[in-house]
């Protein structure tokens, strides 16, 4: 093979046979020294200026662009290594192997491609405590990696510095001297922690409060005051206030878990508003702690207003909450001028209790033809405890579901039918049949009891009705209430009983379970029957007398 540079060249001379395929064995032509030399001179000069690399040289001193090497050992057992007490370079050393410094190294410029291992520490601009004001440092110290700054002066701090495509390059992350921490995004960029989306936690801790923020990287969590947060945000302080959101001049709202239970407050005379919609719906007056809805301006505990554009007048509700006595409302509503200015009169309905203690409470209805009522006065109507409907009286006399009571010379009711021939009232008996009722006509009023022969069996017309007439006692007589003592025609109801018995309702003598006497009454169109048939009977026997 042809030799065409200094590292292929063997070190036994006899081996060397040719240079740069110029024969130089014995009998060789003499133009072949000549030209030898000139291939041996060309070779050197490539290793000169760094064409041919040399292969693991061997040097005793070395003079590097001026420098030197003093008192350089060439190490016997590794070619490639080089120790010394000093090196000086004036220009750039570019190794591709390791570096080994025992000592203390001074660089003005360092570029590595590879890796930087230092056992003590690597420092820049000095060292701490050996007169630098200023520096960095990077050790390792049990079991701990430090990467300081240090200023005597004015203190120093850490930033890191990235460049973005197409961008210039600027400060990203800062540590300050104070260990505050600063993170400066791009424009439209966002800083990102746990971006790998892995079940780890992120807590911050604050003097006194191990947890201040705490996020649940496996619950996916938000807590704060707690690390075991049990919705997706929870606020946890041993104090009652827990959340506060203030502004300078307004005071602030406070959410709290207050006492057994929660509690939403403001600070001062600040109302509390509720709305949807970007619009208020509701509020609590800061001052009076009244309560309005669709007004900004309550006058009672309880306002609730209509909007003002409706034709129907605005009305209020107003809580008043009254305990300990007897006859007082619960719940009552005002009706208010409508803005035409005719005026509409106050209207109260709710609850009243009926007694001083217990749950008995009557629902109520009272009207008022002054500008301001009179509870107990202006009563109108009244749903009792047990359900019952009382018009014009708190009494419910009959015990009845329902109980009508007229002032002065008024109707106590009116019906009206939709069209003539219809029922007023009707009766319907408990399986829910319609067994008569009052039936209006166009200039009569008819009251029916069921008569259809459809519902009867067992009919008879030979029955005697003349004997049980005679034993009927028609009498005249005044009531105990009548204090004129005016005399009517009737009979008295236990007598009759025997007789018609269906035309008696109730008990001689019987008591309701107060003791009070339950009185009897009677139907007295339910003798017609028996009138009718003693006068056939008679009219028979005159007939034959007659005859």
Do not use: C
């Amino acid at each position: 093979m042809a030799k065409t540079k200094i590292s292929q060249y063997d070190a036994t001379a006899a081996n060397n046979t040719d240079i740069d395929s110029i024969s130089i064995a014995e009998g060789m032509a003499p133009s072949n020294v000549n030209n030898s030399i000139r291939a041996i001179l060309s070779h050197l000069k490539k290793m000169d200026v760094g064409t041919d690399a040399l292969t693991s040289p061997q040097l005793t001193s070395v003079d590097i662009n001026g420098g030197s090497i003093d008192g350089a050992v060439i190490g016997a057992n590794s070619a490639a290594a080089i120790t010394g007490t000093t090196l000086a370079l004036s220009g750039n050393a570019d190794l591709n192997g390791d570096l080994d410094v025992d000592g203390t190294t001074n660089l003005d410029v360092v570029d590595i491609d590879g890796l930087l291992t230092a056992s003590a520490a690597i420092e820049i601009n000095g060292a701490a405590g050996a007169g630098i004001s200023e520096g960095m440092l990077i050790d390792w110290s049990t079991n701990l990696a430090r990467f300081l700054t240090y200023d005597s002066s004015s203190g120093s701090e850490i930033a890191f510095f990235t460049q973005p495509s197409g961008g210039s390059t600027a400060e990203r992350v800062r540590i300050k001297d104070d260990g505050g921490f600063v993170v400066t995004p791009v424009a439209g960029g966002h800083a990102v922690f746990n971006e790998g989306s892995i079940d780890a936690d992120f807590r911050v801790e604050s003097n006194g409060n191990a947890n201040m923020l705490f996020v649940d990287g496996g619950n996916n969590r938000v807590g704060i005051g707690t690390n075991i947060p049990s919705a997706n945000a929870e606020i946890y302080d041993t104090q009652n206030t827990q959340l506060r959101v203030n502004t300078e001049s307004d005071g602030y709202l406070d959410l709290s878990n207050y006492g057994n239970g929660g509690a939403v407050m403001t600070s001062a005379a600040h109302p509390l508003r509720l709305g949807t919609a970007n619009t208020e719906r509701m509020r609590i007056d800061g001052s009076s702690g009244n309560v309005g809805i669709g007004t900004s301006v309550p006058s009672n505990k309880l306002i609730v207003k209509r909007d003002a554009t409706t034709t129907v007048a605005n009305s209020q509700i107003v809580n008043e909450n009254r305990t300990g006595a007897s006859g007082q409302y619960a719940l009552y509503a005002t009706s208010l001028d409508n803005g035409s200015g005719s005026g509409f009169k106050p209207v109260a309905f709710g609850a009243v209790q009926t007694a001083a203690s217990g749950r008995t409470a009557d629902f109520i209805v009272a009207v008022s033809d002054t500008d301001n009522i009179d509870l107990s006065a202006d009563e109108r109507m009244r749903i009792d405890s047990s359900g019952n409907l009382l018009v014009g009286t708190t009494n419910n006399v009959l015990s009845s579901r329902a109980f009508f009571e007229s002032a002065g010379s008024t109707h106590v009711i009116g019906a009206r039918v939709g069209a003539n021939g219809h029922y007023a009232l009707g009766a319907i008996n408990a399986a829910g049949t319609v067994v008569g009722g009052v039936v209006v006509n166009a200039s009569s009023t008819t009251y029916a009891t069921s008569s259809d022969y459809r519902l009867k069996e067992n009919v008879d017309y030979t029955w005697d009705a003349t004997t049980r007439l005679k034993q009927l006692k028609p009498a005249r007589f005044n009531f105990i209430t009548d204090d004129t003592n005016t005399l009517i025609d009737g009979f008295l109801a236990h007598e009759v009983s025997s007789i018609v018995p269906e035309a008696i309702i109730g008990t001689k003598d019987a008591v309701d379970g107060d003791g009070n006497p339950d009185y009897q009454g009677i139907d007295q169109s339910k003798l017609v029957p028996l009138l009718v048939k003693t006068i056939q009977e008679l009219e028979a026997r005159i007939t034959a007398l007659e005859g």
